[in-house]
Each structure stands twice: as structure tokens, then as C-alpha cells.
């Protein structure tokens, strides 16, 4: 369901294309490498000696033994972590944007919602930081943007800090919704001498 059908704007997802690809690699090289030896037992061959060992190495080892509970703890850390990586969304850098106005975009209905956009934080922390240098009594400004707020803090040197606040809050209102973003975070401002 698109953006503009279900009224809201969902965070980006990372591809993940490097863990998917090798864990596609292994499992492909050990589905292989079963194959191979099926084929050749049933074309009259022995079975490897891999095979064979692992055959009765998991008739005499039972799961009270600490070798293989050290290896079922590996195989459950590894699934555990390849299951995080595909719950995560990754991609956390990137603020969703608003859905362009209008029903239709350029070319015609359906356009519009199908339009993606985002901003990294780095660039609205950097265009924020930019419309707060330009207040009146503000000397210098550290502004990090997070998902629900954006931290500004700012050094005065010949204004009332109430003064700068005041005005700080009302560029900074002014420059969020300027950006476009889908949830847009809320300022907090504190300025010292």
C-alpha cells in the first residue's frame, strides 16, 4: 500500500544485500555439497568421510555434551542476529519526507504516491544550523537532529537569553516545516552565554 493511499510515511529499509548474499552463499555451498555426495552414493560410490564422521559423531554425541551445545549456541547467535537484520529497518540516517501535493504528480494519477523522498540528518542539521546562525546575538550552534526532536544549542554573546531563545524557537518552527518531513521533530533550545 502506497504512502498516499494510507495516509502514512514509512521510514526507509536498508537492502541488507551483503548478509542476505552470504547467507545465500552457505547455504547454497552446503545444499551443494549434500547433493553431490546423494548423487554419488546413488550412483554406487562411497559416501564421503565428512559424512560418515557426522553420521556417527551424531549417534554417539548427545545435547548434554558441551561441544554440541556450544555449537547449537552459535547457529541460534547467528539466526538470532540474521533475524534482527531483517526486522531492523536500517537506514536511520534518512528522515522520511511528505508525499507531494496534489492528486496526480507529472505524470498522471498514481504518481504522486508512488514519489519517495527523504532528507539525511547531517543536511537538515546542517540547513537548521545555517537558519539559527542567521539570529540576531547567536555566536555559535550545535544542532543534532534525531527522529522525534532536534537539539539545538546555542552560545549568545550580547543579547538577552530569553531574547535569543524566543527568536531561536521561532526560526527553528520555521525551518522544520520548511524541510518537508513527515513527523516533524520538535525543537529543543538552550542557549548559554
Known amino acids: ?3 498516499r493511499r494510507s495516509g502514512r510515511v514509512h521510514r526507509f529499509r536498508s537492502a541488507r544485500r551483503i548478509p542476505a ?5 552457505v547455504v547454497l555451498g552446503v545444499a551443494g555439497l549434500f547433493l553431490y555426495d546423494l548423487a ?3 550412483a554406487g560410490r562411497p559416501g564421503m568421510s565428512w559424512r560418515r564422521d557426522l553420521a556417527d559423531g551424531l549417534a ?6 558441551l561441544g554440541v551445545q556450544l555449537i547449537a549456541g552459535a547457529a541460534a547467535l547467528a539466526g538470532a542476529v540474521l533475524l534482527l537484520l531483517a526486522l531492523a529497518p536500517g537506514l536511520r540516517g534518512i528522515l522520511p519526507m511528505r508525499p507531494p501535493d ?19 540528518r547531517k543536511d537538515a542539521a546542517q540547513i537548521l544550523r545555517d ?8 555566536r555559535s550552534v550545535r ?6 526532536h532536534v537539539g539545538v544549542r546555542a552560545t549568545s554573546h550580547f543579547r538577552e537569553l530569553d531574547d535569543v531563545r524566543a527568536d531561536l524557537d521561532a526560526v527553528l518552527a520555521v525551518g522544520i516545516e520548511e524541510l518537508g518531513l513527515a513527523h516533524p521533530p520538535q525543537p529543543r533550545v538552550r542557549v548559554r552565554r
Do not use: C, F, I, N
Open 60 to 65: 554417539t554425541h548427545t545435547p548434554a555434551d
Open 21 to 25: 548474499a552470504l547467507t545465500a552463499l
Open 102 to 120: 496534489g492528486p496526480y504528480g507529472p505524470d498522471g494519477p498514481d504518481t504522486a504516491a508512488r514519489v519517495r523522498a527523504g532528507l539525511g
Open 131 to 138: 537558519r539559527a546562525m542567521e539570529v540576531s546575538g547567536v
Open 143 to 148: 544542532v543534532k537532529v534525531r527522529r522525534s
Open 40 to 42: 554419488a552414493v546413488r
Open 1 to 3: 500500500m502506497t504512502a
